[in-house]
């Protein structure tokens, strides 16, 4: 039974391109959720997703940033016209129910020239 | 803003000693769960304990939730040097949200 599974693993992109992230949950699992890391800190919550709505957003910011978990597919994170300080490590997780523990993926790392 | 808050920031020890790891919260809870982190890697689910539970063990771990203070702590017993990590706390509030938030974390180092 595959993990959730991210790719790519490594991302690098230079001011003003997008970059997609992409999560495939585990299997069986419906909600999604994506956080972002800075190095030396903690995860901070972006969006949780279950298929084809959104739940919460609140962790977003309000402009570039989109996420989707369609009806067949893998979870997305797009973020447009990237900047500097979107460089960091995007984590997806999944869980089966909305509550309780969290099955993570390996990462996403952007490096924004 | 950040629910959880960890400490120490930063831990090392000698292996076969006892780690202890602290974490403090803002808000009411459902649940608090502790993550590991290793380095460059992705989270890997550690222990979950309710609000309606004092103290949890699991193997080598134990954790306790005092909900009145609003912290928990993580004793890692008889530590060994693939423990070194990072030990991440979050909390599940009661909103309808289920989202976890997380603390910035406690980096242990254990010392062969």
């Known amino acids: 039974n595959a993990g959730v599974m991210q790719n790519p693993r490594h991302l690098v992109r230079r001011r003003g391109q997008e970059a997609r992230l992409r999560c495939s949950p585990m299997?069986?699992?419906?909600?999604v959720y994506w956080y972002r890391q800075l190095p030396e800190e903690g995860l901070k919550f972006m969006v949780y997703?279950?298929?084809?709505?959104?739940?919460?957003e609140s962790g977003m910011p309000k402009e570039r940033f989109s996420a989707e978990f369609p009806k067949e597919g893998p979870s997305i994170l797009r973020i447009q016209q990237v900047v500097r300080g979107d460089s960091a490590a995007y984590f997806c997780?999944?869980?089966?129910?909305?509550?309780?523990?969290?099955?993570f993926g390996e990462g996403s790392r952007l490096t924004v020239l | 803003s950040q629910q959880g808050e960890e400490d120490p920031q930063a831990l090392s020890i000698q292996e076969g000693e006892n780690a202890t790891m602290n974490c403090s919260y803002k808000?009411?809870?459902?649940?608090l769960q502790w993550y590991r982190q290793n380095s460059g890697r992705g989270l890997v689910h550690l222990i979950l304990?309710?609000?309606?539970?004092r103290e949890k063990h699991s193997g080598r771990l134990r954790v306790t939730l005092d909900t009145s203070k609003k912290s928990s702590s993580l004793l890692i017993t008889a530590s060994r040097a693939a423990d070194t990590a990072s030990y991440f706390c979050?909390?599940?509030?009661?909103?309808?949200?289920?989202?976890?938030?997380f603390g910035s974390g406690t980096r242990l180092l254990v010392r062969p």
């Open positions: 304990i309710r609000s309606n539970e």
């Open positions: 997780a999944s869980s089966p129910q909305g509550s309780g523990e969290l099955f």
């Open positions: 299997k069986g699992h419906s909600h």
């Open positions: 997703l279950q298929k084809e709505n959104i739940i919460d």
């Open positions: 808000t009411s809870i459902n649940n």
């Open positions: 979050a909390t599940e509030g009661m909103d309808s949200s289920y989202k976890l938030i």
